[in-house]
C-alpha cells in the first residue's frame, strides 16, 4: 500500500535533510517588497506624460482610485486635489473606495484622510505616500 506524505511531513523531512531553510525562505517576506511600504515611487501615467483622470471625475469629498500608477486623486474641498499612493502602509494591500470623506483599505479596515493621507482609523501606523500631481485645464497629471 502506498502512503502520500502530507505537506508538513513533507517539509520536515526536507529540513532533515538539510533543504528546509531555504525552501522555507523562500515563502517568506523580508518587508522589502515595493507594495510593502506604501511609498510611490513612479509619478508617471504611465502612456508619457498623458491625464491621469480629469478634474470631472473626482468627486468634491470623495476621489478616484487609479491602478496605475498605483494613486488615489482626492478633492477634499471644492478645486483642491490632492495625490497619494493607493498602497495602504499597513500591509501593502490596495485601497479600495471612500468611506465617509475617507479613503479605505479593505484588507484590515485602515482609513487614511482625503486631505492629507494621514492616518485616520488603523491598523495602519503610516500616512499615505504622498503623489505630485497637478492640473492642467481639465485633466490632472502627474507632477
Not at 502520500?4 to 511531513?9: D, G, K, V
Not at 522589502?32 to 509619478?43: H, I, K, L, M, W
Not at 495602504?88 to 479613503?103: A, K, L, S, Y
Amino acid at each position: 500500500m502506498t502512503e502520500r506524505l502530507s505537506r508538513r511531513q513533507a517539509i520536515a523531512g526536507a529540513a532533515i535533510a538539510g533543504v528546509g531553510v531555504p525552501l522555507l525562505a523562500a515563502c517568506g517576506s523580508d518587508g522589502s517588497s515595493p507594495a510593502g511600504d506604501g511609498t510611490a515611487s513612479d509619478n508617471s501615467s504611465g502612456d508619457a506624460g498623458g491625464p491621469l483622470t480629469t478634474t470631472a471625475a473626482v468627486t468634491v469629498g470623495s476621489g478616484v482610485i487609479l491602478e496605475a500608477p498605483a494613486v488615489v486623486i482626492t478633492q477634499p474641498t471644492e478645486g483642491d486635489f490632492k495625490g497619494f499612493s493607493s498602497i495602504c502602509t499597513h500591509q501593502g494591500c490596495p485601497v479600495t473606495d471612500f468611506v465617509e470623506g475617507n479613503i479605505h483599505c479593505a484588507c484590515h479596515g485602515s482609513l487614511f484622510s482625503a486631505t492629507d493621507g494621514s492616518v485616520v482609523q488603523g491598523p495602519a501606523t503610516k500616512a499615505l505616500a504622498p503623489f505630485a500631481i497637478k492640473v492642467e485645464g481639465g485633466d490632472i497629471v502627474a507632477g
